[in-house]
């Protein structure tokens, strides 16, 4: 009779611990999975599921102006924050509910609560103690707010989602993907937006380039966008307004402030003092190719070990786990040209290196380029543009790096992503047709090279 009770205890219900169970499961594994909040994790609570229907209200609102110009003449409707917020909160559990049965329908129990380690083949749960052969941590990462007076004022992205009331004026601070598309969905919802970065430009890691092309058409939108700046202090106001103060004593009034200044990962409370679990700075898992930590028994993927925050990583990680644990296989994951977005606005879809990256790994880059205004903007009387860029290996004539800022961007850089996948040339590129009338189009047909971009 064997001394544990299960083969594998997950800590964490998000998407890669599920997963993970799931895929366990299936091959006979006795798996259970503890989780103390909803099931989904940070991504169907918290993140991209919320996020994405928050991007599509606000992608009506801006129709609901574009359409005159098609011949729908009516008056602009009025929005209702809470019915968006209710019926977001309604999709969710939802889609909480739909979890718990694919957990259950797989065999695996889960155990409600919040999960602690004991030993290497221990965890408590509610008081309880389970024994496992193997146990996987799968507890993402959490917002990250910086020291400084005044901050018990600010919101996260873990709060913004069901605010009772939408503020006529919201602050963002932070750079990175999450500030820049609440950025947009909240004007978008007719909102006073001002996003306010300590760097020279927000988003960094993806290509200039596209960045400066987005930041242009925010600001086009009205949304004010601060960069070089940093809060030092943020004051209430006897009207429950607020006042932040900058780093050069200039001061912005606003009714809400958002603090969208990264992730981090999700290790504190699991019991890790009671193991030689070898840690990052940052509070980090360190795991090798297979996602095993420093004590073997002990596994951990996703947000927790910080490599890239992206839900579909996270899912591709558990698989390679279980295969390399149940299937009999040696897989690792492969982390390069993983496509990625950004819903801002506008959109922004990428795969590959930025340029800056290419010229880390190459003497020499030829960048095609194609800048225009959509056909449907054509009547909609919207100045929005979209920015098309390839980079290419002027030696081997590979594509290094595809980016797009525009209407559809993360749609349309799936497909090219997996022509970059299969090691596709510019010369593929040229040779396949297009679809006309579409923007996706533009991406075959960019035969003229804008420049060459070399080292130094």
Not at 21 to 38: I, P, T
Not at 68 to 81: H, V
Not at 417 to 446: R, Y
Request: one cysteine or more.
């Amino acid at each position: 009779m064997s001394d544990y009770d299960f083969d594998l205890f997950v800590i964490g219900a998000g998407s890669g611990g599920v997963r993970a169970a799931r895929m366990a499961a299936a091959e006979g594994v006795g798996v259970a999975v503890a989780e103390q909040s909803r099931t989904g994790g940070t991504c169907v609570n918290l993140g991209c599921v919320p996020k994405k229907l928050y991007v599509h209200a606000a992608e009506y609102g801006a129709g609901f102006l574009q359409a005159p110009g098609f011949g729908w003449q009516s008056q602009l409707p009025s929005f209702d924050w809470s019915r968006l917020r209710d019926n977001k909160s309604a999709a969710i559990h939802r889609l909480n509910v739909l979890y718990e049965e694919m957990l259950e329908k797989s065999g695996v129990q889960l155990l409600k609560g919040s999960a602690r380690l004991i030993d290497a083949h221990s965890v408590e749960v509610s008081g309880k103690t389970y024994r496992a052969e193997r146990i996987l941590l799968a507890t993402g990462s959490r917002p990250f707010v910086p020291d400084f007076p005044g901050n018990q004022h600010i919101l996260t992205s873990d709060q913004i989602f069901d605010l009772e009331q939408l503020p006529k004026r919201l602050l963002i601070v932070g750079g990175g993907y999450i500030a820049t598309e609440f950025a947009g969905i909240f004007h978008g919802l007719g909102v006073e937006v001002s996003q306010l970065y300590r760097g020279e430009l927000f988003l960094r890691g993806f290509d200039t380039e596209i960045c400066e092309f987005v930041a242009e058409q925010m600001r086009r939108k009205g949304i004010h966008l601060n960069f070089n700046s940093e809060v030092l202090s943020i004051e209430k106001k006897t009207d429950k307004t607020f006042i932040a103060t900058l780093q050069d004593q200039t001061q912005i009034e606003t009714d809400c402030i958002l603090y969208a200044t990264g992730r981090r990962p999700n290790s504190a409370g699991l019991g890790l003092e009671n193991l030689p679990i070898e840690q990052t700075e940052n509070g980090a898992i360190k795991v090798d190719d297979c996602y095993q930590s420093s004590v073997p028994s002990v596994y951990a993927l996703g947000d927790l070990i910080d490599r890239l925050q992206l839900t579909p990583v996270a899912l591709e990680e558990a698989m390679v786990l279980v295969a390399n644990l149940y299937r009999g296989k040696t897989v690792k994951f492969d982390y390069q040209l993983i496509p990625t977005a950004v819903f801002s606005q506008p959109n922004i879809g990428t795969v590959g290196l930025s340029e800056a990256q290419a010229l880390q790994q190459y003497p020499s880059v030829d960048i095609y380029t194609s800048n225009f205004r959509s056909l449907k903007h054509a009547l909609s009387d919207s100045g929005e543009r979209v920015l098309m860029k390839i980079l290419v290996d002027p030696a081997s004539d590979k594509v290094l790096g595809v980016h797009m800022a525009g209407e559809h961007a993360a749609e349309i850089i799936q497909g090219i992503s997996i022509a970059l996948k299969a090691g596709a040339t510019k010369a593929v590129f040229d040779q396949t047709i297009g679809i006309h009338p579409t923007s996706a189009e533009e991406f075959v047909t960019m035969r003229s090279k804008i420049r060459t971009a070399q080292i130094g």
